[in-house]
């Protein structure tokens, strides 16, 4: 399994991370993505990643939450670590109108500085997104650039909006805990969805699944989020776990998922 979204460098896992790495692996998990937040986050993310760089693979970006009034200082810091280091992807960005909406304007003037940066170094995206679609997927339009690829992360969003997102080409649905929720929606949207346009993760230590929600989220989880959607596609666990990692592997040119 291919954990496309966790953030285990937090201090949430500082005092077992090693026990959830081996619960991890245990579980059957043979890489994870490390996706950054913004400079206070990218130490953490870079010390993990060294710490065993066949098993972990960092992306540099700004998460759109931290966009604030020192989001110009905050793109000079990743357009800094981009030209130092080798990441496989540009994220967390994206755009997150839900907390906030008075940074609006620096939120898109960012995400549009990261999709030229993912243009440039041939990287694809991961793009969180909450109450901002159509905002997001407007400025995607703009680009018009076949070349660019991503995740939709943490996708709970209609069959609409899928499909528009599918539309864009080269882009897949990360699916998480969401899918196993009691009152979500997404199982009947998915069901609609071929197996060939999701991706799996967890946005540990977030969005923990079912039977665990409200505890602490992490990669070895990722077993209940493949079991829901074996029961979505009428299909085998092993299938589900087969296709999303050739999925990540469309997504994320620059690992090889063996």
Aim: proline content about 5%; charged content about 20%; some cysteine.
């Amino acid at each position: 399994m291919i954990d496309t979204h966790s953030h285990i460098y937090l201090a949430d896992f500082y005092s077992d991370r090693d026990e959830v790495i081996a619960r991890a692996k245990q579980a059957g998990v043979s890489h994870i993505i490390l996706p950054n937040i913004d400079s206070s986050s990218t130490q953490a993310v870079l010390s993990l990643a060294s710490s065993e760089p066949d098993f972990f693979h960092p992306a540099m970006g700004l998460h759109p939450t931290s966009v604030k009034a020192d989001f110009e200082q905050e793109l000079a810091h990743v357009e800094q670590q981009l030209r130092q280091h080798n990441f496989c992807a540009i994220g967390e960005i994206g755009m997150d109108l839900y907390w906030d909406k008075s940074f609006l304007e620096e939120q898109k003037i960012a995400f549009k500085q990261q999709l030229s940066w993912a243009i440039e170094y041939k990287l694809p995206v991961i793009i969180h997104v909450r109450d901002a679609f159509q905002e997001t997927l407007t400025i995607i339009r703009q680009y018009n650039c076949p070349e660019l690829r991503g995740i939709f992360h943490s996708f709970s969003g209609s069959l609409n909006i899928a499909n528009e997102i599918i539309a864009l080409g080269g882009f897949k649905l990360g699916i998480n805990g969401v899918v196993t929720f009691n009152n979500a929606k997404l199982p009947q949207t998915l069901a609609k969805i071929p197996l060939e346009n999701i991706v799996l993760e967890t946005d540990a230590p977030f969005l923990t699944p079912a039977p665990f929600r409200g505890k602490r989220n992490e990669p070895a989880y990722l077993s209940h989020i493949t079991n829901k959607l074996a029961e979505i596609y009428f299909c085998s666990q092993e299938k589900i776990i087969k296709k999303t990692t050739e999925n990540s592997q469309e997504i994320f040119k620059t690992i090889t998922f063996a």
